[in-house]
DNA sequence: TTGAGCATGTAAGGGGTTACATGATTGC
DNA sequence: GCAATCATGTAACCCCTTACATGCTCAA
């Protein structure tokens, strides 16, 4: 039951609406978690039920009203027991390892393009996650900011997410280019 | 519906029971995937129902017998029609990024347990994968292995998986290094 | 006028996790 | 004797995904 704690936690700079939040967690600038707005909208009406989060609504002229959310100190509360529980670790479950792993069973071209696809789609997101690091930590250096800037947790977790897609499009590029050299080679036979 | 494919995939090395399969992927060893012995007994029911893979019984005197499972054609072929097809990427879902996003509200000595924790996990992995990886290469290098070497597919995901615990080794050391320091900065107050 | 963005949901179904159940053998 | 390993499942529950539904505004 993350979802929840995940919805906590991104709530912790500032109210949100359903729809923001959506927004967020769908392109993954919040690198912490994923999840569709459906998911969003359903956790936020439990959350406002157990009073972990307090909702007010926000009239709008030109667009449609909407309800804002703040945590509130039960929430807080549990967040704070949820950082002290120990998780288990997280496991790779990936459709593309999937066919990768398989790749010398079947089509290779196929692969190699599945591997070129999601290389370019890291790349997008690595130029996305860069563009946020720097809006986060203003005109300060890195290292002051890790130092003395507020909200360490965003950015840090913008760090991870960064190294992630970094390590996909690398090995994506590295496998492609093994597989391509590979199926020359046995072409050339 | 990609355990189905992961099952295959796995099989492709040669016949497995439910139970050797559990242990590879639980452990992580598969790392393309990762599931539960229950989810894989229940899968390879469904996968064998459907054709796509055969089991045999083997008779063992001290241990109960088993029953090991191959890809038939027909598995074969689905798992082509399965890399042919575009998947999505797949994004971060971890209890410990969602523990880190929230470090500056909640208790900072607890999340830098966590990741001093995961830290530990990652380096015990790394150590795993490593192993595996000089297995599978044997005594060829590794230049020579990638271009010449056959089943180049789980070699691959190793090395994903292998890149992906050194990615959380040195961001759950780095972040836990900032943590510590900001808190006794804090301290010093 | 068509599509994109804002804003919030419901419903059905599939996949994953947790808990439980059984029973034999091997090593400490 | 007790725990771990081998070996295979069932059942309940929760979470996530897919599909569907509504309606207003603004820009191309």
Redesign the pocket.
Known sequence: ???RHAVLAALLDGEL????L??AFDLGVANFW??????L??E??RLERDGLVSGREIV?D??????VFTVTDAGLAELERFAAADGKPSFI?DDLLVKVQAADHVDAGEVIARLTERAAFADAKIRLLGGLLRKLRGDRGEEEFLRHGERIGPYLTCLRGLAFEQGNRDWCRRSAAILEERRAAHARE
Chains 1, 2 share one sequence.
């Open positions: 039951m993350a979802l609406s359903g729809y923001q959506a927004k994923h999840a569709l707005p459906q998911q909208y359903a936020l009406a709008q030109t667009r449609p009203n909407k309800r479950r």
